[in-house]
């Protein structure tokens, strides 16, 4: 019987020098967008994808990112003493009461295949998800995540979320070249990390979510240090490749790249106007702004 995705790895060892100061002492993954860390919105992703065990890939300094999830006794009695009820409940459900998580150190800063690969003693045998909360996708029915496991359940193989890019920009991501599409996914025939553009196989690029099945490991404990001196995830899938099917799926929903300033930015207002506080005064607010004839 093919097993269900269960589990998801979540890379946060990262340094976040584009964020820097703001995350000399913070994870880039605990930045809000509005009032939720991006971490939590990832989390949110792998729950409503029916996933009840998150594995965070962590380094050094990235104590914020536990303790987010953790019970946090005082705060809760504070509240409790203060009446604040509606926000001790959200304390308090920052995480189901089903779902657990593990936290593994990176050792190195290697890159998100060596990430991926600290993870096999808690994955095992199993498919998994790997979700990179920079990438925050929005997608108010059912999310990216639930999207690719319900296509999992019926290929069983693995499966790279995709999205069409500027041609100008293939350099900064994994670009794949795909098979004739049926419906919204097609099967991989050949992944490039970080190509040029005037070499890029297509502008078809891998975000950050994954369905992988557990022969990655195998394909990633050989694979060698590829573009900027990192072990990369999307040489491995290259190699998988060779063994199986790995298919690319362009997913329904709008993708924040959280991981530069502006695509941060685009992600807060667009985020604040679908809060359901604040999204009348925020578009008020906006919109008297733009008549401001210095803005």
Do not use: W
Not at 71 to 84: M, Q, V
Not at 126 to 152: H, K, W
């Amino acid at each position: 019987m093919t097993r269900k995705i269960t589990k998801a790895v979540f890379p946060v060892a990262g340094l976040g020098t584009r964020f820097l100061p703001a995350t000399k002492a913070s994870p880039k993954e605990m930045l809000p967008i509005v009032d939720k860390p991006l971490i939590q919105y990832a989390v949110e992703e792998a729950v409503a994808a029916g996933i009840d065990t998150m594995v965070f890939i962590t380094g050094r300094s990235k104590r914020a990112i536990p303790d987010h999830f953790d019970k946090a006794y005082e705060l809760e009695k504070e509240l409790e003493a203060k009446g604040k009820t509606e926000t001790l409940d959200l304390i308090r459900n920052i995480l189901p009461s089903h779902v657990s998580c593990v936290f593994i150190r990176q050792p190195e800063a290697l890159g998100l295949g060596h990430a991926v690969y600290c993870a096999r003693p808690v994955i095992g045998d199993e498919p998994f998800a790997v979700i990179l909360a920079d990438d925050l996708i929005e997608d108010s029915t059912r999310g990216c995540m639930a999207q690719m496991v319900n296509l999992y359940e019926k290929k069983h193989s693995s499966i790279l979320g995709v999205e069409r890019i500027n041609p100008a920009d293939t350099g900064s991501y994994g670009i794949v070249r795909t098979g004739e599409f049926t419906g919204k996914y097609g099967p991989v025939e050949m992944i490039v990390e970080k190509p040029k553009p005037d070499v890029a196989p297509s502008n078809l690029a891998v975000v950050g979510r994954y369905i992988l099945t557990p022969g990655i490991f195998d394909k990633l404990k050989k694979t060698k240090r590829g573009a900027g001196g990192e072990i990369q995830l999307t040489d491995a899938i290259a190699e998988l490749m060779h063994d199986e099917q790995v298919l690319a799926y362009e997913f329904e929903g709008k993708r924040y790249d959280c991981g530069t300033k502006l695509g941060f930015l685009i992600a807060t207002v667009e985020h604040g106007l679908l809060h359901k506080e604040l999204k009348d005064d925020f578009l008020a607010y906006l919109r008297e702004l733009t008549k401001d004839e210095n803005f």
